[in-house]
């Protein structure tokens, strides 16, 4: 099983960002790598178990689940029931923590997943750079 993890602080109150992040369904809204997500047929949004189609830039496609939502803890985590990347068994969790600065927000984004032994240090860079840190950095300017 391999992991990652990329994080940042942003200059924006915990709330907003939350009130982004948890919109699961809104994904495509402001990740930057997310060309659109739509929710399955007889799927509710935002609900522990939702399923969701997401298409990223480069045409790959797959299917995520809503595993946890936490809005005491400022924590989402999902699957990928089929990965639009090479990996197997991906779980990823973003949470958001206070810090002592007032009005800015600790982002923490991370994965677990397996992959072929050739590919995971290629994995974990564009999960890393490709992925998560233009999530990250995304929120810096998404919209409420």
Same mark, same amino acid.
């Given at each position: 099983?391999? %992991?990652?993890?990329?994080?940042? =602080?942003?200059?924006?109150?915990? $709330? !907003?960002?939350?009130?982004?992040?948890?919109?699961?369904?809104?994904? %495509?809204?402001?990740?930057?790598? =997310?060309?659109?997500?739509?929710? $399955? !047929?007889?799927?509710t949004e935002d609900v522990v178990g939702a399923i969701r189609r997401v298409t990223l830039g480069n045409g790959a496609t797959g299917t995520e689940k809503l595993i946890r939502k936490d809005s005491k803890a400022y924590l989402l985590t999902y699957s990928f029931e089929t990965a639009p990347l090479p990996v197997e068994n991906y779980l990823s969790t973003i949470q958001l923590l206070p810090t002592c600065t007032p009005g800015h927000t600790h982002v923490v984004w991370s994965a677990s997943f397996n992959c072929k032994p050739d590919l995971c240090s290629e994995m974990r860079r564009v999960l890393e750079n490709d992925v998560y840190l233009a999530g990250i950095r995304a929120l810096q300017t998404a919209s409420v």
């Open positions: 099983m391999e %992991s990652t993890v990329a994080s940042l =602080v942003i200059p924006r109150n915990i $709330e !907003e960002v939350w009130d982004i992040i948890e919109k699961f369904h809104a994904l %495509s809204a402001w990740h930057p790598a =997310v060309v659109s997500s739509e929710f $399955e !047929e007889g799927c």
